[in-house]
């Protein structure tokens, strides 16, 4: 809560506390908000995973896997994050986060410190050989990997790899 005091004619020294109280009730405002506006990792099982996966959605859905401790990975954010910012991109980018659920804390600094924007999910799975075959059957496993499908055509491509700067986005053209 802000508020504006009135400064007072008679007693100058309030009004020197009134205007340090309300640069200092600013400043709080400004830190809850951007401490609230922050984003966060959210954990997640299989299932929740799985109904991306199947989701209905008339945007292309890029689901890109990853970790704060692979290297090519966090190489590889900030193009997702650009892609992501494009206002007239018809793509929903996905981030899922293998580091383990333990970790979450560590991740949400990761997001943080890196001001990523995209939503971040942390897969809550570390039997990976249960699951990694239902998102493709080609992937072996390693990261970055970055599955793009259009929900509406059913086309889908799987990359296990790192992605180049424009790469992404020929794929999602090709798709569309």
Not at 5 to 34: D, K, Q, W, Y
Not at 53 to 81: G, R
């Given at each position: 809560m802000?508020?504006?005091?009135?400064?007072s004619?008679?007693?100058?020294?309030?009004?020197?506390?009134?205007?340090?109280?309300?640069?200092?009730m600013?400043?709080?405002?400004?830190?809850?908000?951007?401490?609230?506006?922050?984003?966060?990792?959210?954990?997640?099982?299989?299932?929740d995973?799985?109904?991306?996966?199947?989701?209905?959605?008339?945007?292309?859905?890029?689901?890109?896997?990853?970790?704060?401790?692979?290297?090519?990975?966090?190489?590889?954010?900030?193009?997702?994050?650009?892609?992501?910012?494009?206002?007239?991109?018809?793509?929903?980018?996905?981030?899922i986060?293998?580091?383990?659920?333990?970790?979450?804390?560590?991740?949400?600094?990761?997001?943080?410190?890196?001001?990523?924007?995209?939503?971040?999910?942390?897969?809550?799975?570390?039997?990976?050989?249960?699951?990694?075959?239902?998102v493709?059957?080609?992937?072996?496993?390693?990261?970055?990997?970055?599955?793009?499908f259009?929900?509406?055509?059913?086309?889908?491509?799987?990359?296990?790899?790192?992605?180049?700067?424009g790469?992404?986005?020929?794929?999602?053209?090709?798709?569309?």
């Amino acid at each position: 809560m802000i508020y504006i005091l009135a400064a007072s004619e008679t007693n100058p020294l309030m009004n020197h506390r009134r205007h340090f109280l309300i640069l200092v009730m600013l400043g709080s405002a400004c830190f809850l908000s951007a401490d609230i506006l922050a984003q966060q990792a959210r954990i997640i099982k299989f299932g929740d995973l799985q109904k991306i996966l199947d989701t209905h959605s008339e945007q292309i859905q890029v689901i890109n896997f990853w970790a704060t401790w692979c290297a090519p990975c966090v190489k590889e954010l900030p193009l997702l994050e650009k892609l992501n910012a494009k206002k007239n991109l018809n793509a929903k980018i996905t981030l899922i986060n293998l580091d383990y659920a333990d970790k979450l804390d560590k991740v949400n600094a990761f997001i943080a410190r890196k001001n990523i924007r995209s939503e971040v999910l942390l897969l809550d799975e570390i039997d990976y050989n249960s699951w990694i075959d239902k998102v493709d059957k080609s992937w072996s496993g390693a990261i970055p990997a970055t599955l793009i499908f259009n929900p509406k055509t059913g086309k889908r491509t799987f990359l296990e790899k790192e992605l180049n700067d424009g790469e992404l986005e020929e794929l999602i053209s090709k798709l569309n």
